[in-house]
């Protein structure tokens, strides 16, 4: 139990790390540039293009310049994770725990920002022709593959408790 708590923070801990490193690459390379605004800075593949930008609202940039709502947000969000895994640690499971390290690291990667930069630094811009989905960054991913891993474990517990359900019923029922 105990080594997949120190797991659970390394895996945090390391997502966190990566996001401030590369929004900390970028605003390096932005700035070395002609100055920083929202712009290409490289792209690859034709459809993902590196960008500085920042985001002073939440997912998309829906609520702008709302930054102490969202820290405060953040707080509990990141307080909940934590006191959901220390106290229900023995009833969950490995690959949910995992998701929840990556939603902790997301989280706190992105806090980081809203404190001392003011705004979130996106800069991973995926597109087809014009149509561009809102630039994100590593934090936003490490939370959407977060989610996904504990939906995707949910889904595989419910799908196996069906099957044994009606094994069940089958072998009651000869």
């Not at 969202?70 to 006191?83: D, R, T």
Request: net charge positive.
């Amino acid at each position: 139990m105990k080594s997949f708590s120190i797991k659970f923070f390394i895996i945090a801990g390391i997502i966190v790390i990566f996001d401030q490193i590369t929004k900390l690459a970028i605003i390096t390379y932005a700035q070395s540039q002609e100055g920083l605004g929202s712009r290409m800075l490289s792209s690859w593949f034709g459809f993902i293009d590196i960008v500085y930008t920042t985001n002073p609202g939440a997912a998309f940039g829906i609520f702008p310049d709302q930054r102490i709502l969202f820290i405060i947000i953040s707080v509990i969000a990141i307080a909940g994770i934590l006191f959901y895994t220390i106290k229900y640690q023995s009833q969950i499971s490995q690959w949910s725990k995992i998701g929840l390290a990556f939603i902790l690291g997301g989280a706190v990667g992105n806090l980081i920002d809203r404190i001392f930069r003011i705004e979130v630094v996106d800069f991973i811009d995926v597109h087809f022709r014009n149509y561009h989905w809102p630039a994100f960054n590593l934090a936003d991913t490490a939370i959407c593959v977060g989610v996904g891993i504990i939906i995707i474990e949910l889904m595989t517990k419910t799908r196996s408790q069906k099957t044994g359900a009606r094994s069940q019923n089958s072998a009651e029922n000869n």
